[in-house]
């Protein structure tokens, strides 16, 4: 059965400091990966997705991350981080054809003035 | 205009009553779904529905009975509700095409039973 590993659970890092979540997932021959962000208080809302094509997949607020099929990663990354960056982040993993997710554990990212 | 609404919000009730959550998307979606996510943040797939049919029933307790009277709609009905029942729950859909798409989730419904 697919798994889905956050290996961190909680992120401090200063505002303006790089910062990257790291997710691992167990092999499959398809999968899309998909980063999702919790502002307290609130549902999941996207950050990004890989489906297929480029590996270096673009996000909304400045983040970006990278599939790594021979390592099966997908580490979330953003060069400068802001306050309002704090938050709960979620890594998940889908098979292909199949309507399930199955969501990692989370890492809090909490950001430090 | 909210895509994915939940009511209520807040709902704190008493042990062994009988509760319902709504869920209504607005984006056409044909996939809808209800998470659990417990105090330590860990989100739990419960159900899911296509098109109105049942899809996913992941190993739930029966006390927990979701409805899906259309394709915008998804309820969930726990009786007897217990003390771990106690969570925020998640509803959301996405549009499948063989291909899994973005899930669009809800504000929550965050449940206390005392």
């Known amino acids: 059965a697919q798994s889905v590993t956050q290996l961190d659970s909680q992120v401090p890092v200063f505002e303006e400091a790089p910062v990257e979540l790291r997710c691992n997932y167990s092999?499959?021959?398809?999968?899309?990966l998909f980063w999702y962000v919790q502002y307290p208080n609130q549902g999941l809302q996207l950050l990004l997705k890989?489906?297929?094509?480029?590996?270096l997949v673009k996000g909304i607020n400045g983040f970006e991350a990278e599939f790594n099929k021979s390592q099966t990663s997908f580490h979330l990354r953003k060069p400068s981080v802001h306050i309002s960056d704090t938050a709960e982040y979620f890594c998940?993993?889908?098979?292909?054809?199949?309507?399930?997710?199955?969501f990692g554990t989370g890492t809090r990212l909490k950001v430090l003035a | 205009d909210t895509a994915v609404s939940q009511t209520p919000k807040y709902l704190v009730t008493q042990m062994g009553n009988d509760k319902s959550i709504k869920c209504e998307q607005n984006?056409?979606?044909?996939?809808m779904y209800w998470y659990k996510q417990d105090s330590k943040k860990f989100l739990k797939i419960m159900f899911s529905?296509?098109?109105?049919?049942?899809?996913i029933n992941e190993t739930v307790p029966n006390r927990f009975s979701p409805k899906s009277p259309d394709k915008a709609h998804l309820n969930l009905h726990i009786n007897s509700l217990e003390l771990g029942d106690s969570a925020v729950y998640f509803c959301?859909?996405?549009?499948?095409?063989?291909?899994?798409?973005?899930?669009?989730f809800g504000p929550g419904t965050r449940l206390l039973v005392l």
């Open positions: 092999s499959s021959v398809s999968v899309y």
């Open positions: 959301a859909s996405s549009l499948f095409s063989g291909v899994q798409e973005t899930q669009y």
């Open positions: 984006l056409g979606h044909d996939t």
């Open positions: 529905y296509n098109n109105k049919e049942l899809i």
């Open positions: 998940a993993v889908s098979d292909s054809g199949t309507y399930k997710y199955i």
């Open positions: 890989y489906l297929s094509g480029s590996t």
